[in-house]
């Protein structure tokens, strides 16, 4: 591994060893309505092929019905490279809100890059594909703490993308960075967006088997906390887990791009990032099958739809409502909306969501806070258990036996990727 490449990976939080074996035995589809087709080899050459979690979800069933179009997404991030193949044509104009030179396309880690290109990639040229290509990327540009050692930064960065991401006309705010500290400016800013009816995305963080703090600003109450899950639905041992924990999304064996480069993807976990800016994609597919719906009616149906073993508004600390599944409504039309003006994540009226006509008010009891939720079971599932305590939903098969390199987590450091 090359000296950046070594750089780059501790951001996606790989682990030293995950050699067991996950489970043999088939106990539901755990992403999907009922199809789970064959993953592709993990030693595949192309990087589409190795994007297992797009059959597993039945995305080419679901871009027969919608890819997304009409919404656009803001990515909190490091920056995106609009002229990537992939990325050519669905990158509009964000905000840089670091301070330093440059501007919202010039991304500095290739993280960025990689979060918008599994939102909204076309996959032309070989690239990612995103889950909802039909989508637009707003980029908003902030610092990471390597970047902050070696520039003049804004010090509200934060605060400033987000209040110009609810501003925007894009619908969802996507947000894979993180920090073990919350700030009063910060979750103003949160909550301006929620009034402006946005759904809000962040991960939960990769420090699970570390210290397991809760992660800002997943842990803010209008926030939507993303868990990390393999491709047979458990939940990964570096994931943080807790009440900050809404819902589960891919994250395992996930490509990225190595560095501000952009020479070549390199083969890892994505982790929390990742799973994040696939949640953020589930919801723009769901919403863009469903335009008249307000924010919290689209993320109480990825809720309502999620596949989970125990009781339906009880959050499991490790995979929240459960694993997500757009096709759930995409395909099925499954997944009760709820009141358009009341958030699933708080309970509380919410003032920039606005009833439509077509939007239906009934539905589902709302699930509980987070705060307020017991663990329903370890890592989803209530009557399996593997030789780590874990419980999952087994996707089916035998799980790939994996050895990553470089290291062992990274330090704590002030913001990182989640």
Known sequence: MTAVMSQTWKRHSPLQLRGRLLGTVALAAAWSVGFAGAAPSALAADVQSKQWYLSAMQAEEMWKVTTGEGIKVAVIDSGVNSSTPSLEGQVLKGLDATGADGNEYDDYDGHGTTMAELI???????????????????????TDTNFQNEHSVNAHDTR????????????????????????????????????????????VGNNAEKDNREQYPAAYPQVAGVSSADRDGKVAEYSQNGSIVDIAAPGNDIPYWCDERFQAYCDGDGGTSAATAIASASAALVWSAHPDWTANQVLNVLFDTASRDWKKGTLSKYLGH???????????????????????????????????PAASASGSSQPEKKDEAEDAAMAGSSTEKNDDSQLGLILGGVAVVLVLGGGAFALVRKRRSA
């Open 160 to 203: 400033d993308a987000i209040r110009a991401a609810a501003d925007s006309d894009a619908q969802i705010i996507s947000m894979s960075f993180a920090s073990d500290f919350a700030s009063r400016e910060e979750k103003e800013a949160v909550e301006y967006a929620e009034s402006k009816g946005k759904i809000f995305f962040a991960g």
């Open 322 to 356: 459960g694993l997500i599944r757009p096709s759930m409504n995409i395909l099925k039309g499954k997944g009760a909306p709820g009141a358009p003006d009341i958030s699933p994540l708080t309970k509380e009226k919410t003032s920039g969501s606005t009833a439509s």
């Open 120 to 142: 909204a990639g076309t996959g032309k040229g070989g690239g990612l594909k995103g889950l909802a290509p039909g989508a637009k990327i707003l980029p908003m540009r902030i």
